[in-house]
């Protein structure tokens, strides 16, 4: 092509640019359009390859027009990239002063535990990989269940030590779990093995140590050769489990109507660590876990032989080792609803709640009066 055509080529591609800028908007496809003709290969670089072409006296201005026009698309380039970053910075600034700290958060789990279903959970996690069952039983028990099924008659003095809130319908609120025991004995016969937690009720003055609304894990083990080693290796196990520590434990002989022998396993305290605090009465113990060996006449009334098997029960205070584990020096905090005494999932060791165990007492929920 003659010096004419290339300076009309030339100023054809630069037109072309022109009209490619002004509707070009992003800045990443500016920058592969440069290539496209400022190029080796592109529309305008090209060009250099065929200085060659024209006689030599006219090469040198041949070159000049080409690096010329090539310096304009450049700049073009370049100022219009310059724009576009500067209206992108723009619109970013906007954006972000628009950015409302009002609105609601990104929604993620969240929410808390009452301390005593945290243990509860605990608890029933740690019994069911030890093959338990976890039953539940009601709140508003037959009089027979609670009492005369576990070897307490009615004129039995033992009656007293559970003072109950009677119903005008003739039925209790339970004062133990262990009216479950029963029921469970009923339910699923021998071998058995089942924990029970729930909420339990007396006719209590309230003080820091009482409550008339509490909670319990009943637990119960009948085989064969069932026997004491077995209850307090379990009762070790639990505990150490629920304290994330070793923990002491003292037995003592402890009476009570369905279990015979019956002991009171203690605890050191958690509080003072054994030292003596309000918390233990300055013995350095907690009573956490009254227990026995079934007594043979629950065992039969529950339709199992006492000669075939035997099986030992424990009624946890549930209340009494969620205040030792969160340090709670009043248990009237815990039916408080006062939401500072709830438990991040967090402090239960991982940010995940634990499940609901299917079947289990839906008395231990996160209401103010549990
Ligand atoms: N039910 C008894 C109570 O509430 C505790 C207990 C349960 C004792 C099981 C022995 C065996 O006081």
Known sequence: MDISELNQTIGEIEADVAAKLAVTTAIDALRGYETAIVGKKGSLGSLIASIKDYPPDQRGGVGQAINEAKQRV???VAERLGQLQAEHAAKEASQASTFDPTLPATPRPMG???PVTAVQWEIERAFERLGFTVEAGPEMEEEYNNFEALNIPPTHPARDMQDTFWLKNGMVLRTHTSPVQHRSMLKFGAPLRVIV???CFRYETIDASHENTF???EGLMIDRDISIPNLIAMARTLLAEVMQREVELRVRPGYFPFVEPGIEIDMNCQ???GSGCATCKRSGWIEIL???MVHPNVLRAGGI???EYTGFAFGLGLTRLAMMKFGFRDIRVLNAGDLRALVSPRRLGGPTI???QEGATSTASCDSTS
Request: net charge positive.
């Open 271 to 273: 509080i003072c660590g």
């Open 215 to 217: 909670h319990q894990v």
């Open 197 to 199: 937690p729930g909420r």
């Open 112 to 114: 808390s535990v009452h």
């Open 354 to 356: 634990p499940r609901r």
């Open 290 to 292: 009254p227990a026995g």
């Open 305 to 307: 032989d006492p000669e």
């Open 74 to 76: 450049q700049a073009k």
